[in-house]
């Protein structure tokens, strides 16, 4: 079945500690993006990858990092949490066509919560 | 900052009736898109326009695009109660490869 995996879907930590949210999605597709949703904001992108190796900042890149490996997987790994990053995040992965981004995919999402 | 403007931001209307929402958008687009999100749960997508086409349809939905008012509407025909959701748009700009979405439209569907 085609789809994108986020683990872990739910998590609680402390102010410092840091954690890692994996991304892993089966379609081949080339683009990969993370994205955070907070109420009245809609999905606002923090990263996005092109392709292996390649990652460009989003809207909201500041306190997170990403790579990107291998084709399959970019996970997000948050180096020192702090409170204001409690939010759902989201994976995405679309394919690459001859008129730009095609439709996402988007995994099950992940509610982060930093205490 | 956030790349489209969504409105209403809450739709309430009676199963069978048709439900419209608007998307409107600063910069020049490559395509523009339509995601459907029930509660919690991840984005799924609806439709694709691309900054060619005037119009699409699928199923029960009709986009429209009018790029020299930088604004799109997707309408929902006879709707369901099953169509309660939430809609945004989303959007990738013709100079960079981010995607920006709007704040969404939450539509209610009363049976």
């Known amino acids: 079945e085609a789809q994108v995996t986020q683990n872990p879907r739910y998590l609680i930590t402390v102010t410092g500690k840091k954690l890692t949210v994996t991304c892993s999605q089966n379609?081949?597709?080339?683009?990969m993006s993370w994205y955070r949703q907070d109420p009245g904001l809609g999905l606002r992108q923090i990263y996005y990858s092109m392709n292996v190796e390649v990652t460009d900042k989003g809207d909201v890149p500041e306190g997170y990092k990403v790579s990107r490996k291998e084709k399959r997987n970019f996970p997000l790994i948050l180096e020192s949490p702090s409170p204001n990053q409690t939010s759902l995040y989201f994976c995405?992965?679309?394919?690459?066509?001859?008129?730009?981004?095609?439709?996402?995919?988007f995994g099950p999402g992940t509610r982060l919560t930093v205490l | 900052s956030q790349q489209g403007e969504e409105d209403p931001q809450a739709l309430s209307i009676q199963e069978g009736e048709n439900a419209t929402m608007n998307c409107s958008y600063k910069?020049?687009?490559?395509?523009l898109q339509w995601y459907r999100q029930n509660s919690g749960r991840g984005l799924v997508h609806l439709i694709l326009?691309?900054?060619?086409?005037r119009e699409k349809h699928s199923g029960r939905l009709r986009v429209t695009l009018d790029t020299s008012k930088k604004s799109s509407s997707l309408l929902i025909t006879a709707s369901r109660a099953a169509d309660t959701a939430s809609y945004f748009c989303a959007m990738r700009s013709l100079v960079s490869n981010d995607m920006r979405f709007g704040a969404g439209t939450r539509l209610t569907v009363k049976p």
């Open positions: 995405a992965s679309s394919l690459i066509g001859l008129a730009g981004l095609n439709e996402q995919f």
């Open positions: 910069t020049s687009i490559n395509n």
């Open positions: 379609m081949n597709h080339e683009y």
């Open positions: 326009i691309r900054s060619n086409e």
